[in-house]
């Protein structure tokens, strides 16, 4: 096979991850006989410093002729502690979804046996967890119109869904529950808002096309607390983008840390893998971030992406072997115990490509 990937580094730590995701990539191609060609481009607060724009019309070009697109991070404390600053990173990142098309966001919840004592919820809880978010991606208040009064003290941001929106997003998650468990949650706020009565009466439509799947509506409250009360009552979770963006940052404590989180992008093109972390800038250049998130990101690229699902199972498989022998970062180690070998960024990359290579040759 042979594929054009685009590498955007990012901020933050996302240069510093993402260099294992793409490294587990050429090792992937070197394993199974694939030729993967790699380009870079700037995006977010390293392009502003560079252009003066978030998402340089180069990079966007790039992206349309690349199959797949590897993202590290976005996001900058400079902005984050300036809020009247216009050009912002974040604006780069909104603009290549709408740009591309992305309009799912899917986000597995891996559960690593060996990481049930990293999360703060009981491991009884955690225990056999499994579950795939659909965050629709290019509606809601984050895209809808933003107003700020002229004395700067009324705001206002609009939250806006079409329903071929709804339509779009709810078919691709049903048909993923159809290939699961056949069971979706979909979560909105319809006792309150009109936009997400919008969202329910469709999803209800939808629903009737696919009798197959237990449907469950769920108010966004009750979901964030049944989340962390009991996880394993979901298996397909379909919601909004606000809900979404929360839902799936809550998700990563069952997971034990966002540095164990991927994520994939799509539309009818062009895929945008990305771990779910942030940038986290406080540890930036210190080697302490954890690239596992970056290198299950290549691994959804390989299987959603390519539909190469023997390869991207080698690189899970592989990451769950490095956890079982006691391998771990900063933010999964109990630094209670010396029962573990707390590796940095660089050595945790290392080490995956290690046993990928080992596993290959005891296989």
Known sequence: MKKNILVIPGDGIGPEVTTWGKAALEKIAEIFGHEFNFEEALMGHAAIEVTGEPLPDETLEKARQSDAILFGAIGHAKYDNDPSLKVRPEQGLLKIRKELGLFANLRPILLFDELLQASSIKPEILRGTDILFFRELTGDVYFGEKTRSEDRNTASDLMIYHRYEVERIAHKAYQAAQQRNKRLCSVDKANVLESSRLWRETVQEIAKQYPDVETEHMFIDNAAMQLIKNPKKFDVVLTANLFGDILTDEA????????????????????????????????????????????????????IGFGLKEEAKLLVDTIDQVLKEGFRTH???????????????????????????QKLINS
Do not use: W, Y
């Not at 942030?278 to 998130?293: T, W, Y």
């Not at 707390?342 to 290579?357: D, I, N, P, Q, R």
């Open 252 to 303: 990563s404590q069952i997971a034990g840390s966002m540095g164990m989180l991927a994520s994939a992008s799509v539309g009818e093109s062009t895929g945008f893998f990305e771990p779910i972390h942030g940038s986290a800038h406080d540890i930036a250049g210190k080697d302490l971030a954890n690239p596992l998130a970056s290198i299950l990101s290549a691994a959804l690229m390989l299987e």
């Open 331 to 357: 933010d999964i180690a109990d630094q209670s115990t010396n029962r573990f070998k707390v590796l940095g960024t660089a050595e945790m990359g290392k080490l995956v490509l290690k046993f990928l290579s």
